[in-house]
């Protein structure tokens, strides 16, 4: 405005100058001439605009006092503070966001978010306080204290931030630690202030820099537990769900790319084990390769041990999040970090630590608990811990990379000691079973084909349970490759052996199979009339359930010659069970009988469920020939051996056959009700063929009992148990009996 009036100003004072000087005698040029006469109307109109705007820029110039002295008070008062960052898009935090405002509505003035590395934590403080500055209008200060570098940020220099951002002059940001802090709680104390501390080391780093004022509230995130600062509430932070990371792969990838290859997609926020960091930085990579499936990038990270070099982009990488974590620790603690922390097995317990650190177990229960505090170890109960999957890799690097191979195979053969003297003694290993084959596969791989061995020795006779098949499966398998890679063929077979018996228990008949033949040709060049034995009753056994009755026979009866030639009485009992069994299923009751009954006498005494499933085998084929009190008797006989052993794999087999000989007299409830309770029990020791021969039998009742449905349902379940099992043979027989009706007759173990 005043520049429009100093313009206007020249330019009257320009026109006034030349019109004066026409109206006292000088001459307008060539036409305008004729116009000189308006000279001194003109004059006396300038004279009044000039008289006018002079007037106006009088009034102009005039100040209000109201206004002069409000303008004063604006420019001695600052604007509050507003120091907060730009907030990064949260994703899949709602939960904590929640959770933090509850604590703050109970009267939470301090609010500490305490997690690991890369899990969000000063993403979720930035977030919610962005969402309530509004509540906070004489400002927000916000702090990066740098407590996870190498030199943190002191109290008293964060204090002097703190007092020049609320407006103090320098003679007021001068002092001792305790003056500036008590400076600044009486500045803040009637306001209502928001204060962020992001990154603080510990307790003592932020005790001072906390207002007091009932207005204020502080938020403090930290990579330690900090759980002793006066009246603080206390958050931390898990990973992320596999639901939440792919909702937050998704936001920073984009949904098109997510919906065309969701298997990928899982595949990498797997790897990423629902730590936020490594799924924005595989997130951002495979934004900057638009043509990269997340298949691809999945495959790459699939190898753990490039995993940490593949989550690294530009100058962020989660190796060097966690290292810097790792650096802070003192020796006591960095040894148990990678010692403890490359423990095999996803949880592990104190005792089985102090073994790998070969230190003492109160040692290392006390570094345990602080790295517990600095979220490098995790404690889901109080004598129990675990690693997140990538600060795993990260032990193991820091294992392989700080320890002398002397030092990492003596870690391991410490902990195989423990384990193996552990199985010896009474208290077994039934809470380290998930650590013996973690142990095992580990020893294998470092050549400790031995120690594996004694290990699996040690293990294997704890293994009586009627499921324990699932659990002998993988322990007998590293056993397997530990004898191939020390070049023992003897040790092999046994091993294969266990693998296949394990198979059959399961009712995997094809892998079953196959490995009893693998077991039968290492134990040929074998000079031990012992194993070829024991290796060809498995195989004959494999043989039987398979469906190939002859090779079957051919197998058992080779068996039954070398047992009886080594004078091997319970093997010889075991091999005619066998052949008993397969001569029931191909309805040679006759054959079954001739087989059996001297096992009745090699045994001596009922006492052994060898003893009850000569008898059960006794019992179907007695019924088989028609002689149904007998076989009931037997099977009663049989019944009583499984509930003095509490044998439930015998005890199955007994209702089985008690079962049909209940269907065969027509009391099809009493049957019923005997395949239901056989049904319950191999679904609960997860023996597959059981389970499919359950089923089968509760179709055929159901069948003779005028249900269409049911029956038809229960062969369904049967033939899908079967085709999960491979067993075809198996499959078809019970197509057949469908398509027939639904007639079908029991089929032995």
Not at 169 to 198: I, K, N, P, Y
Not at 365 to 374: E, G, I, T, W
Not at 657 to 682: C, K, T, V, Y
């Amino acid at each position: 405005m005043s520049l429009l009036l100093v313009t206007v100003s020249s330019l009257l004072s320009v026109a006034l100058a030349v019109v004066v000087n026409v109206a006292t005698g000088g001459q307008l040029p060539g036409r305008f001439a004729a116009y000189g006469w308006l000279a001194w109307p003109t004059v006396a109109t300038l004279t009044l605009a000039g008289v006018g705007l002079a007037l106006w820029q009088h009034r102009l110039g005039q100040v209000d006092p109201r206004s002069a002295s409000s303008a004063v008070r604006a420019a001695e008062t600052p604007l509050p503070p507003g120091q907060l960052p730009v907030a990064p898009r949260l994703v899949g935090r709602e939960a904590e966001i929640a959770a933090v405002e509850e604590l703050v509505v109970a009267g939470a003035q301090v609010v500490t978010l305490s997690a690991s590395a890369g899990t969000g934590k000063s993403a979720l403080a930035l977030s919610y306080a962005h969402r309530v500055r509004g509540r906070f209008p004489d400002g927000q200060l916000y702090l990066t204290l740098g407590g996870a570098g190498p030199t943190p940020l002191a109290p008293r220099e964060a204090l002097i931030r703190l007092l020049r951002a609320v407006g103090r002059d320098e003679e007021e940001r001068r002092g001792t630690l305790e003056e500036m802090s008590s400076r600044f709680r009486s500045v803040v104390a009637d306001q209502r202030l928001l204060v962020l501390l992001d990154d603080a080391s510990d307790a003592a780093q932020v005790r001072a820099l906390i207002p007091a004022g009932v207005g204020c509230l502080t938020l403090v995130t930290s990579r330690r537990l900090i759980a002793d600062l006066p009246g603080a509430a206390v958050l931390t932070l898990d990973a992320l769900s596999t639901g939440q990371a792919l909702e937050l792969l998704t936001v920073t990838v984009g949904a098109d790319r997510v919906a065309a290859d969701p298997s990928g997609a899982r595949r990498l926020v797997e790897v990423c084990a629902g730590l936020p960091l490594a799924v924005h930085i595989v997130a951002s990579r495979l934004r900057a390769r638009p043509s990269w499936t997340l298949s691809a990038l999945a495959d790459r990270l699939q190898d753990e041990s490039r995993r940490l070099d593949e989550l690294r982009l530009g100058d962020t990488a989660i190796r060097s999040t966690f290292r810097t974590t790792y650096d802070e620790l003192d020796d006591i603690d960095r040894l148990v970090f990678r010692r403890a922390g490359s423990h095999p097995g996803a949880v592990f317990g104190v005792t089985s630590a102090a073994r790998r650190c070969g230190l003492d177990e109160p040692v290392v229960l006390s570094a345990l608990d602080r790295l517990v505090d600095a979220f490098l170890i995790e404690a889901p109960t109080p004598r129990s811990y675990r690693l997140h999957d990538l600060l795993r890799l990260f032990a193991v690097e820091m294992l392989q990379r700080q320890e002398t191979p002397g030092d990492r195979v003596a870690c391991l053969l410490r902990q195989l000691d423990w384990l193996r003297d552990r199985a010896g003694t009474s208290g077994g290993i039934a809470d380290e079973r998930d650590t013996v084959l973690a142990v095992l596969r580990t020893a294998v791989a470092e050549g400790l084909t031995d120690q594996a061995w004694a290990l699996v020795e040690a293990v294997h006779p704890l293994l009586t349970a009627a499921d324990d098949h699932s659990y002998r499966l993988p322990l007998w398998r590293s056993a397997a490759e530990a004898a191939a890679s020390s070049g023992d063929d003897r040790r092999r077979v046994r091993a294969l052996r266990w693998v296949s018996h394990s198979y059959g228990l399961a009712g995997e008949v094809e892998p079953e199979l196959a490995t009893a033949r693998e077991a039968l040709a290492l134990a040929e060049r074998l000079d031990d009339p012992g194993e070829l034995a024991q290796t060809a009753r498995r195989l004959g056994e494999a043989l039987r359930a398979y469906g190939r009755p002859d090779e079957a026979e051919s197998a058992l009866l080779r068996a039954l010659r070398l047992f009886r030639q080594s004078h091997a009485v319970e093997e010889e009992v075991e091999v005619r069970s066998a052949l008993g069994t397969l001569y029931n299923t191909v309805g040679r009751p006759r054959d079954s009988i001739r087989v059996l009954q001297p096992a009745v006498a090699l045994l001596p005494a009922p006492s052994t469920a060898l003893h009850g499933w000569v008898l059960l085998g006794l019992a179907a084929a007695h019924k088989l020939g028609g002689h149904r009190v007998k076989a009931a008797e037997l099977t009663r006989q049989a019944f009583d051996i499984a509930a003095h052993l509490d044998d439930d794999f015998l005890r199955g087999y007994c209702f089985h056959e008690r079962g049909w000989l209940a269907a065969e007299d027509e009391r099809h409830p009493d049957a019923e009700q005997d395949f239901r309770s056989m049904l319950d029990i191999f679904v609960r020791i997860r023996h597959g063929a059981g389970v499919g021969a359950a089923n089968r039998a509760l179709g055929t009742v159901a069948a003779a009992q005028g249900r269409p449905e049911d029956a038809a349902s229960a062969f369904a379940a049967a033939i899908a148990q079967y085709e999960r099992l491979g067993n075809r043979e198996a499959a078809d027989s019970v197509r057949r009996s469908l398509s027939g009706g639904g007639r079908a007759g029991p089929v032995s173990r």
